[in-house]
Each structure stands twice: as structure tokens, then as C-alpha cells.
């Protein structure tokens, strides 16, 4: 029987789950909504016959073996999920021991950036990289930092928050109640709050102007910066300009090989590479220029969250 | 036989070497000249003389086992020192071979800040921590970080450089070619610099206004805020506010359990460690909050860059 690993992705609105193999390959992928459950337990009943009944397909073939999970403020050490600020479940969550007492499996559990940076080990484009970053590029701004070969948790579990260091002291104000953390610019959500201040500051014109904020996506502003759409470009020009140089002051705490770019905003190819790449060499310190790669995520069209949980679980169990 | 290693602190003007017992007791500390030697084979030569001829007197007792040399721009992996700014030697000087073939011992290099890590963790305040940063306040701001119990040197052995992130972009030029560097502000010169723009701005009287800035130093300024000198805490007020905020950055990378202070800034007690503290915690992200302390080096008052140097040779060869 060959060895079958589960990959979890906690989101605020759904749970994901896929099956893959050791060897990185997603068989099928599911969901169950993450809310709605009256209570923790009945959500974690209901994850484990939503799994058990997927994987009834497999059992011919394949042996499950382990369960990884990636939950906002997911504790590696403790396998709990704490003080989640987008989970209905306040407090800290134990759900590895949990989860695993109601399945008979394996739980490991860390935050979805960590859990991306590990994939991209595995299986992505990091593959025999001892020191590296991953930046996932979503709603927020997460990262999985890597030294010497493993991922840096921190005393507490929760290192790694790039996402919240300060670019702006008193700017934009920021989820986590503080102002002017990297990620209220560099993100899907920064880079509309940065679109929706070119256009109050700007008199030019935009094909963005007609997109309310509630609809205005890194998607959108990617297609407004291929026909040409000055601000949709000076836009991408911006938040490239923050994430270069913060990602050269992160370069002088770990000195990694390369630097991943996963999500939405990434997608947006040379509209962000460029500007990001182009500032973040000219704010490095000498002795590291022309060393360190800014590179797209091998992993871009995956379904990371999913993919990374179960390399977890692979790196932790196999 | 007990064993003896020698611990070497390489600086522009001196080069101080030491003998230290695995237990880390420094047993003496000598010095030759940095400078006047015409290359760098005859700056090893008159090192290895001196370092044979105090030897002479622990030959009974001891027997000289590795050698730990803490230089500007040290790399542990090559061994070498890469293009040092404040050397006279200029290129990548392989400083552990070279040195290593005249002496027949093993020898290990890094920078000061990364060996006052290590120094901290096997004799000093940080031992049995997994995770940690020693941040040391002399001329410039050094910085050694250890995760998962290891000194993080990064994919190119140059990482640990918190005094070369940027606090203030277009603000205070640097040393290395840049603007706004931590270290510009918060180091013994940093503090200087703040207190001749405060002079410069401010109409208060002050003790420190009869001092050039040539002569002023650290301790100049701590003896003036002892006698009530309101500008002089104002400075360390300043001085203290942008560690601490950027200190709360720092714990974004990598969460360590303590951050260690270390140097001529950080003998200021109670002016420096009181503001870094308060806006340390004022600017941390709620999950890091009361979690990590800020504390003296536990070698406060020993010669770190020579222990820290041959703790390195003890990490490695003992």
C-alpha cells in the first residue's frame, strides 16, 4: 500500500482538504464550510466524515498516513490555533490533539505561510535550498522564513509575521489595531488602498475609476496595467517600491538564497517582479548584491495552502 | 592535559587574543597591533609569534586546542574575511587556512556580534535558550541571532546585520554607503549624533554642550543624564524608541525568547533599557505582547569579542 497524506487549509469562510501522495501529487480536493458549526467539536465532527468519506476512494491503493494543517495563528509547537482574529472559536483551540483523537491519525498543524514555505521545499522551486523566504500575496502579506534547512518558529511558534513589521509609522491602519504594517500595502487589499489613493490624489484617468473598492481585485489591476492604464502601473510601481526595500532590511536579518512571491498580486508577473526586483537591489547593503533571487513561487498555480499543509505532515511523518 | 582554547578579537587598531578554559574562565589577554604590518603574512606571522610565546606559560597545565577569531566581515563557511571596510587589507583575505597552516591548529572565524552570540549562549544569560538575539552597541550596532539553538549565518554567512536595516529612509547617512541605518541612530556614535542635533535645535541649557564631538562619548552622556541632565535623557529617550521599535520588528522574523544588549550604550542601565522597553512593548503585535524580555548581556563586564570568539572554537571543537 502506498502512503497517502492529507493537507488542511483552515480559511474564516472554508475548510479545504486535499489528498496527496508522498510524492507531492494532489489527488482530489474538497471543502466543508468552516462556519456555521454551534461549537469546535461539531466543525472537527464534521471534517472527519467529510474526509473519511473522500477517502473512501483510495483505500484500495493507498494507506492514509498523516494529517497536516494550515490555520491562521496555527502553533507548530502546540498544534493549537490561538486567538484566531478570523475564526468563530475564540480562545486557543487545541486541534491537533483534538482532530487526532477523533481520526486515530497523525495532526500537524502550523500557519498557512509556513505551511506554503515547506511545500515550496518539497516540492516547489526552493527544492535543496537551506535559506530562503516564501511571501504569500493574498489578502494579508504572509511569510515563511527557512534557515539552515528548517523553518524558523520562533520560542513561541509564531515567527515569521513579515507581514506586520512597520514601513509607515502612523500610516494605514492595519487589521492587527497598529498602523502602517507592510501588509496594508503590500497585498491584494494594499495595493486597492494604494489604487484608491492615486485616484482621490490624481486627476488622471483610469479604467479603475469605474470599479467600486468592494470589486476592485489584483486581477483587475493587473488587466488595467496590460492595456496600458498609467495609474493601474504607478500602482504596481508603489507597492514594488515597499515590498524591494523591506525585503532588502529581511535580507539583513537571514541572508537567504532566493525569495518566493506567491498569490494573487504575484501573478501580476513583470507589472510586480520588476519594480520589486529594481528597489529591492538598490536598498541592499553591498556585501549582498547581486547575491539573492526574487523569484515567482514554483508552486503559482497549486493550490499552496492545501499542498503545504500536507508536506508538513510528509516532512514531519514520513 | 585540561584544554585551552584561544579566543582573537581583530579590530582596526588592535588585535586582542586571549586563552580561555572550555568552562569559559579567561585566563590573560594580550594584544598586537593591527596595523604597520606591510601584508597580511607578516600580521600572521607576528600573531602566531605572539600567541606561541604567552602560550610558554600554560604549557604545563594546558594544551592549546582550536583557535576562535571574531573579525569585521568574518565567514564562518569560507573562513575568510570578505573586504572589510575598516582594514587595511583589502579583498578576501582566507584568514582560518592561512592561519591554520602556521599554527597546526583548527581555526573558526565569524564576526563579533555572531561570536558575542555564542559567548552569550555557552557562559552568559543565554543558557538553555533555543532563541535569541545579542545586540551589541559599540561604534555600530552588531547583532547575532540563533534560532532553533543555531547562530542563523545565512545562505552566504553574512546574515545578522540588524544595525543595516533602514529606520528612516534619506535620514542619517552610514558608514556603508546608505542612509537611515539602524545603527546611525542607535550606537554609541548614534547617540552622539542625536545629542549634537538636539544641541543643535534645542535651547536647554546642558553639561554636554562643553564637550567636542570628538571627546563625546556614551558614558559622557549617561554621567550627564545621572546628574538630572534633561537632554541628555532626552537623547537616550530618542535612542531608546527607535531600538525599541525596531526591536519589535526584529521579533517579526524570528520570535526569540530574549534580546540581549551588550556594550558601552548598554552600561547607560536603567536611561537605555527603560524607554527601549516601554516602546518595545508598546510596538509589538498583540501575540508577541509580555512575552519576550530585553535584558543586559549576562557578560556585561568581560571582554565578549575575545570569549565570544573562543566559545565559537569551544561550539566547534570541543
Redesign the interface.
Known sequence: MKELYVGIDIGGTNTIFGFITKEGKLLSEHRIPTKGHSNIDKYLLALKNALIKKAEAYKDDYQLKAIGTGAP?GNYYSGSI??APNLEWKGIIKFSEKFSEITHLPVVLTNDANAAAIGEQLFGAAKG???FIVITLGTGLGSG?V??G?I???????????G???IN?GGRHCA???RGCLETYVSATGIKRTVYKMLADSIEDSILRSIPFDKLTAKNITEAALKNDKLAILSFEYTGQILG?QL???V??????AIFLFGGLAKAGKFIFEPTKRHFEE?L????KN?IQILPSGLMNQNVAVLGAASLAIKEFN
Open positions: 495563528n490561538e486567538n535550498m537551506k535559506n522564513i534557515t539552515n528548517e524558523i518558529y520562533g520560542h513561541d511558534g509564531f515567527a515569521g509575521e513579515i506586520h513589521t512597520i509609522r492587527c489595531g497598529r526595500q532588502a532590511d529581511a539583513a536579518y537571514t541572508s537567504p538564497e536598498s547593503l553591498a556585501i549582498y547575491k
